[in-house]
């Protein structure tokens, strides 16, 4: 416990960055509040390298890596057995998540003073960061259900104020609303599976939910509702909070149109670290899920699978550059869940969740140096649309490098990260299910190939009619891509099954060479394919296409997941609810209530009369009223 | 105790005085009148708190009491009203109640 001490200004120090910059963001210097939010992160990026460098060194005990509270008040206390904490939890997955989101938000704080420079609302655009960043440092370091519930919905709305960050551009604020709705749609179901899980089990603590021979769990277990269990019902509904965050496919839809945002925005929140949020809950969880004995690990694998898949044929037609980016995410995060979803507990057998929270990390670096890296292109060309980039190496080399590096991490290509985190997931799949393991080895070549595709059409192939000629980013944009791209290319290295399993206890990580060479050969043919397609300008990607026609209007309209949600909203939830509710509100409700007022006017105009200011008929009514009640009380004494 | 005289006779007598003074409360226009009619009532009550005193308690001073407070009352009562009315004359140039009407709905 001791010595973590300052862990709480990790929390706090962006709190009070934003306050200040929110609060004074009319009347300093719009660079000032870029210095100020950037000084506070960097703080942050220290404490955490710090925390992490003294949780790590120390040798962890027999019973493996431990759980350290080194802070805990008591926020809401509602009665003697039920009162909500705040606090901060310390253990292997909530350090890497600090890392990572120090990281990376430092590196975006840094390359948004090039970026945004000259923008209307920088000071405000510093201020929403900093006010992302305490909530997911809050989030990732939650001691509870409640306290995670709380962080996750301020980074959601962070998340809304920097999607709609062009909020005089009605795109971004449509993009906006639809993130939060979608979202906060899911959290419903996360909301409803925290109660169910609390009230089974008697608490919202992790380390209570989390002991594996605790009885926490067991009261939910045994309660069965339509064939399954409560604790599968409420860990099944926590998922879909996950999955809405995580843009798990269906309630993916949100991710795309959140690309409205500032570049660097989509790096930090909707590539390395918000986004990744509902993959953290499951590994949060993961000893419960696991204990469940039911069918959530599955639902998790395969909706991990699916979306891995079905975001990856996307990403092959798109043209906007940052779609092209998120819908990879969102591939790369179905990646995370299969493999969290095919993990066991033990020591081989929680291969797949040290896999999973490897490739958070690696994916966090290398996502974010991809993203910046469009950003640089979008801020050399002022476009988000392929067809009109084209022989861009020239003019952007560091650029060009950083994007080769993260593009080869990406598609797993040894030594860079991905392919050490991928080849994990890919072992794991494989002791677990066939099929997972065959899907995620088609999505592996696929994101060689999409990825690819991105690069050749964008650093090769012909020069297009730019406005002027493009050069490149100042040095505080190239710097971050530059240190990510390092970090992209040598974090595959660090031995992360001795830091991050499932049971706490160091696990020795190998590779496994057949599933290597498979998967390498797999991500080099795709390669090879985007090569020979895409490196010279040619009308053989438009054949392709014209040959595939039907599936590849499918997959360019997204499959029309977009269309089916609003003829459903429409048509359903419009037609069927809210415009009945509106009805009745307004006719039943307010029609009541207006006519209590009527009745009461009218009344009121016809008695008004009887007040006549005339002194004399008051006494005399007074009088009357006197006598009659005289003569009552005498009647009565007399019966 | 007045000899030959009996509770009864008094009582309808301070009865009289009281309901000649609602009468004239109500029906008269003239605010001063109105305020004389009120010292009626008042003297009305008095009376009946004097001769139950006498009649019924003869011993205590009680009711003797209570009608010499009410006779302060009534003194100071009436001064004020008095300054009402003259204020009131001063303002509007009358003293007919009737056109004392300005608190209504």
Request: glycine share 8%; charged share 10%.
């Amino acid at each position: 416990m001791e010595g973590y001490s300052y862990t709480i200004w990790i929390v706090l120090l962006p709190f009070l960055v934003f306050l200040l910059t929110g609060l004074s963001s009319m009347y300093i210097r719009p660079r000032l509040a870029g210095l100020i939010g950037t000084g506070g992160i960097l703080i942050t990026l220290l404490l955490s390298l710090l925390t992490a460098a003294q949780y790590f060194s120390t040798a962890p005990p027999e019973s493996g890596w431990p759980t350290l509270i080194p802070f805990d008040a008591t926020w809401l206390k509602f009665n003697d057995t039920l009162a909500v904490h705040m606090g901060i939890l310390l253990d292997p997955i909530s350090v890497m998540m600090l890392v990572v989101i120090s990281v990376v938000s430092s590196m975006v704080h840094i390359y948004s003073l090039g970026y945004m420079k000259g923008e209307a609302g920088f000071a405000r655009y510093y201020a929403f960061l900093s006010l992302f960043s305490f909530s997911m440092y809050g989030l990732v370091l939650a001691t509870n259900l409640f306290q995670i519930y709380f962080f996750w919905e301020l980074v959601g709305v962070s998340s809304y104020l920097l999607i709609g960050f062009y909020y005089d551009r009605p795109s971004a604020v449509a993009a906006a609303k639809k993130a939060f709705i979608v979202t906060r749609f899911a959290d419903f179901g996360f909301l409803v599976g925290i109660l169910l899980l609390s009230w089974y089990s008697g608490t919202f603590d992790f380390v209570m939910l989390n002991n594996p021979d605790g009885a926490a769990i067991a009261g939910a277990a045994s309660a069965t509702f339509m064939g399954a269990s409560v604790l599968t019902w409420a860990l099944v509904l926590i998922f879909m909070g996950g999955a809405g965050k995580s843009a798990m496919f269906p309630l993916h839809i949100w991710l795309p149109d959140a690309m409205e945002g500032p570049t660097p925005v989509s790096a930090l929140i909707h590539a390395a670290t918000m986004v990744v949020a509902g993959v953290y809950l499951v590994a949060r969880l993961f000893p419960v899920y696991h204990l469940s004995d039911g069918p959530a690990l599955d639902i998790v694998a395969w909706t991990g699978a699916i979306t891995a898949l079905f975001a990856a044929v996307i990403a092959l037609t798109q043209d906007d550059i940052k779609r092209v980016l998120a819908y990879s995410t969102m591939s790369q995060i179905g990646y995370m869940m299969l493999a969290l979803g095919v993990s066991g507990y033990g020591a081989e057998e929680g291969l797949g969740y040290t896999a999973s929270m490897f490739h958070l990390f690696t994916h966090a670096m290398f996502k974010a140096l991809l993203f910046l890296g469009a950003g640089a292109v979008i801020h050399a060309v002022h476009s988000n649309v392929m067809g009109e980039m084209g022989g861009l190496r020239r003019y952007l080399p560091i650029t060009h490098g950083a994007f080769l590096v993260a593009c080869l991490a990406i598609a797993g290509i040894p030594p860079f990260a991905g392919f050490f985190s991928k080849d994990e997931i890919l072992a794991a799949a494989l002791h677990h299910n066939p099929a997972i393991y065959g899907i995620a080895l088609l999505v592996a070549g696929m994101t060689a190939l999409y990825m690819f595709r991105l690069y050749f059409r964008v650093f090769w192939g012909e020069d297009r009619q730019y406005h002027h000629t493009p050069h490149e980013a100042p040095a505080v944009m190239w710097a971050p891509l530059i240190l990510l791209a390092v970090l992209s290319a040598v974090c595959g290295f660090i031995p992360f099954g001795q830091y991050v399993t499932a049971d706490r206890l160091p696990a020795g990580s190998h590779l496994d060479i057949t599933i290597a060479l498979t998967a390498s050969g797999i991500s080099v043919a795709g390669i090879l394919a985007a090569m020979a397609l895409y490196r010279k300008p040619s009308d053989r990607p438009a054949q392709i296409a014209e040959s595939l026609s039907g599936l590849y209007r499918l997959a360019h309209r997204k499959f029309y997941i977009d269309e089916i949600y609003l003829a459903v909203t429409k048509n359903v939830l419009f037609k069927g609810i809210a415009w009945p509710a509106a009805w009745f509100d307004r006719h039943v409700v307010d029609g009541s209530m207006n006519g209590i007022a009527w009745v009461t006017t009218r009344v009121a105009r016809a008695i008004k009369g009887i007040q006549s200011g005339q002194v004399q008929q008051y006494a005399l009514s007074f009088v009357m009223g006197a006598v009659a009640l005289a003569a009552l009380f005498i009647y009565w004494l007399k019966r | 105790m007045i000899p030959g005289v009996s509770l009864i006779e008094i009582l309808a007598v301070s009865t009289l005085m009281f309901f000649i003074g609602v009468y004239g409360f109500v029906t008269r226009k003239n605010l001063i009148t109105i305020l004389m009619s009120l010292e009626l009532i008042l003297n009305g009550a008095a009376i009946n708190f004097v001769a139950f005193n006498k009649y019924l308690y003869p011993g205590e001073p009680a009711g003797q009491f209570f009608t010499l407070f009410l006779i302060a009352v009534a003194a100071a009562e009436v001064a004020l009203a008095i300054a009402i009315v003259i204020n009131l004359y001063r303002r509007i140039k009358t003293v007919d109640v009737d056109n004392v009407d300005t608190l209504k709905y």
